[in-house]
């Protein structure tokens, strides 16, 4: 019986020896310390990308805007394979992302003496043409009597990469507007 209790006491001592060099045994905290962190980790990365392409895409379209208003007020008048190629000159900018869902428009605001201000003309790639004649609301600061102002707007359906956060398409918008540089009005046929 001894025998038994002998044992069985050493048994218990060198259990009770590792149970407490466990708890002072420090390996391998760094990696259930990162186990327990990775998760947030890469949810913090792949929101950081998404969330960095979200506003490259957002600025391609403004940049898309600006050219196609640039590239038009810098004529006198417009041919329709002129305004083509300027067409898809400014999708050309969207790239690296998807021209095909690019919505661009190009319009030719005209403001008569009474500041009233209508669509002299308009063309679009992937989208709705404004109707010539139409009323356009300007901001205040832009209406000049006797004068013509271009109107560039353009639309970008925005999938996001990864769609964790978000998903779905974000639509995304700008719209620029530029005075002729050339000519008080820029022409183009309208029919």
């Known amino acids: 019986m001894t025998l038994i ?14 149970v407490a060099g466990l708890a002072s045994n420090e390996r391998g905290i760094a990696a ?6 990775l998760p947030l980790m890469l949810t913090l990365w792949l929101g950081t990308t998404e ?14 805007a600006r050219t196609l ?18 067409l ?9 992302y998807n021209a095909g869902n690019l919505k661009a428009t190009v319009s030719s605001v005209s403001i008569d003496a009474n500041n009233k201000a ?44 990864i769609g964790y956060v978000v998903t779905g398409t974000l639509q995304l918008k700008d719209q620029i507007y530029m005075r002729p540089r050339l000519s008080n009005c820029v022409t183009y046929p309208t029919s």
């Open 5 to 18: 209790k002998t044992r069985l006491q050493s048994f218990v001592d060198r259990l009770s020896r590792r």
């Open 32 to 37: 259930v310390e990162f186990a327990m962190l």
């Open 51 to 64: 969330i960095s392409t979200g506003i490259a895409a957002n600025r391609k379209v403004t940049l898309t």
């Open 69 to 86: 208003a640039d590239l038009t007020s810098q004529v006198t008048g417009l041919s329709t394979s002129d305004m083509t190629n300027s």
């Open 88 to 96: 898809n000159a400014a999708a050309a900018v969207i790239s690296p």
């Open 118 to 161: 209508t669509i002299a003309w308009s063309v679009t790639k992937n989208g709705t043409a404004h109707a010539v004649g139409s009323s356009v609301t300007l901001p205040s600061a832009l209406l000049i009597a006797n004068s013509c102002l271009i109107w560039s707007e353009v639309q970008y359906a925005y999938k996001p990469t």
